[in-house]
């Protein structure tokens, strides 16, 4: 017997000193999904200022009480405040979300689940629309580093699970985390192992359950409107990218001391075990012991520079005006 869920989809703001026109900016495009049953969390992490008071007001203004917020008092890092917000969700799926950060359309999160109960997938992916923000417009990003690359591996009919583990794990082509969709007990299940081993790197969950042969499969819609360059993970700063090198080295020890015995992960270990190689050798030796893994990263190479992974720019601008209050949210 199916479990009763009170809400289909529980989306959770992780919030830290979020800057209050871009948290409501955020909330007002959850707010305003349509024909979907959806719960709210905010869960803050430590910020001088959470908004919490005038966030309430937000969802009296839109009679919504399906609402939890998580107030940490003191800086837990990314991991710890995910599963602090998480925990308390109710909805069958899950959907992450940062201030700034906003839902496609209105009818993204219904579109989307409804994809999830016709192909009956407990994890996916849709596509993002990359931006930055000038003089309170919304710009467009023509962005060649769309992630990830490889998306036909992902096709939900023709779905390669070998070449998805070797393209998250050993090329690597990551999927932008901002971009999943998956149910909500796995994503905790797999949590609560990295609760006390990294404090930015939550994401990497879903690329663990690949390795216990849990499909995450491509949505090929738009979903996700994404500020690129002002996150942990595609910021430039050299103390963020050292700490986001160390803690992918502490997830790389997770898998090697796993029990995992299959052997995609024995090749894995060895991979990791070649830490020390240049690049040049890395990819010498992967050729040799992995040789479609090699393959794969030469075409993920190809398809860049071809120029073929720009991101989509068009995005529903009246959407964004709606959400941002704004009479032209872009050129």
């Known amino acids: 017997m199916s479990k009763a869920y009170k809400y289909e989809v529980s989306v959770l703001v992780l919030s830290y000193n979020p800057k209050y026109d871009e948290l409501i900016a955020t909330l007002r495009s959850i707010l305003l999904q349509k024909d979907v049953k959806k719960q709210i969390i905010i869960a803050d992490d430590g910020s001088k200022e959470n908004w919490f008071g005038r966030v309430e007001e ?18 837990l890092g990314i991991t710890k405040n995910f599963y602090s917000g998480i925990i308390k969700a109710e909805g069958e799926f899950f959907k992450g979300i940062s201030p700034g950060d906003y839902l ?88 609560e192992p990295l609760l006390d081993k990294v404090k930015y790197m939550e994401d990497a969950l879903y690329r663990i359950m690949l390795l216990d042969n849990i499909e995450t499969v491509h949505y090929p819609e738009k979903v996700f409107m994404y500020e690129y360059g002002s996150g942990v993970s595609t910021t430039k700063n050299s103390k963020w990218v050292k700490i986001m090198d160390e803690e992918k080295k502490i997830i790389e020890k997770l898998i090697t001391d796993s029990s995992r015995n299959d052997s995609f992960t024995k090749k894995l270990r060895k991979y990791f075990s070649r830490e020390r190689e240049t690049d040049r050798q890395r990819n010498i030796s992967t050729a040799l012991s ?18 073929r992974c720009f991101t989509d720019t068009k995005f529903d601008k009246d959407f964004m005006n709606l959400i941002r209050g704004t009479e032209n949210a872009g050129n």
């Not at 937000?58 to 800086?75: Q, S, T």
Request: charged share 30%; aromatic share 16%.
């Open 290 to 307: 992995c040789p479609s893994a090699f393959i794969w990263k030469l075409y993920r190479i190809y398809l860049i520079r071809s120029g």
């Open 104 to 191: 496609y359309s209105a009818d993204t999160l219904k579109k989307w689940l409804d994809f999830m109960r016709k192909t009956g997938r407990d994890v996916s992916f849709g596509d993002a629309v990359y931006f930055r923000v000038e003089d309170d417009k919304i710009i467009p990003i023509e962005h060649n580093q769309n992630r990830p690359r490889l998306l036909p591996i992902y096709n939900e009919k023709k779905y390669r699970r070998e070449a998805v583990k070797k393209s998250c794990w050993m090329i690597p082509d990551f999927i932008l985390g901002a971009t999943y969709f998956a149910k909500t007990e796995l994503v905790v299940k797999y949590c």
């Open 58 to 75: 937000l969802f009296a203004e839109y009679g919504f009480k399906d609402y939890v917020l998580v107030g940490n008092e003191v800086n």
